[in-house]
């Protein structure tokens, strides 16, 4: 699987947009880009994954860029809640495999 | 999403002794699951990847003697640490594979906070 590179740490104001970037400059064709999040002293929660195209869901968005060797996890309106480690893993779906290779991800802190 | 289940939370064992911790998908069947360990301060590290039915495959360095892995259903995994030590005490993750129904997204338990004395 592709390597990650993130930045070790990020700091937001709370209801602003926190942008989180992700390079994954040797991603190769049938990789997915996966986001998950860990809050201290709980096991990681899965945020959203994509391919090629942008997603959407209730707790974030994920922006691909066109050659997909970057991506962009975007909260739209950061709590406090939100603060937490965010780990960008890009994964090859398999039938026996897809394993998830964690680096050391974004620690964000989200600040009054 | 899907819910992954651990037990026990947390654990304290004398040294010397095994301990098991279970890992149950609740509301989905996970033919693969997967045992992470995480150090203070540090990144999850991957230990082995579990097929229902077959042998668990472990990662380089990790001792399968030490770290049994069983998963005899489609629901249930479990870690035993054998023989346990000091250096062994962190923080034992699994995660399961919910394939057929959100495209193999892999989901993550609550994590057992193993501490060994």
């Known amino acids: 699987d592709a390597k990650t590179t993130q930045p070790p740490s990020m700091d937001c104001a709370e209801g602003r947009a926190a942008n989180l970037p992700c390079n994954h400059s040797t991603i190769s064709g049938n990789e997915y880009v996966y986001w998950y999040r860990q809050i201290h002293s709980q096991g990681p929660q899965y945020i959203i994954h994509g391919l090629k195209n942008n997603e959407t869901n209730e707790m974030a968005s994920l922006i691909i860029t066109e050659d997909r060797k970057s991506s962009t996890l975007i909260l739209p309106h950061a709590t406090l809640r939100d603060t937490a480690v965010y780990y960008c893993i890009v994964r090859v779906i398999t039938s026996n495999t897809g394993k998830l290779i964690f680096g050391q991800g974004t620690t964000l802190q989200v600040k009054p | 999403g899907a819910v992954v289940s651990q037990h026990p939370s947390w654990v304290i064992c004398k040294s010397g002794t095994s301990v098991k911790i279970e890992c149950r998908s609740l509301d989905f069947q996970a033919t693969t699951m997967f045992w992470y360990r995480q150090f203070p301060k540090q990144s999850l590290m991957l230990m082995a990847t579990s097929n229902e039915g077959s042998k668990a495959t472990y990662e380089q360095g990790v001792e399968k003697d030490k770290f049994l892995i069983n998963h005899a259903s489609l629901t249930l995994s479990t870690l035993t640490v054998t023989s346990a030590h000091p250096e062994d005490s962190s923080f034992y993750i699994c995660?399961?594979?919910?394939?057929?129904?959100?495209?193999?997204?892999?989901?993550f338990g609550e994590g057992s906070w193993l501490t060994v004395v």
């Open positions: 995660s399961a594979r919910d394939r057929p129904r959100s495209g193999n997204t892999i989901y």
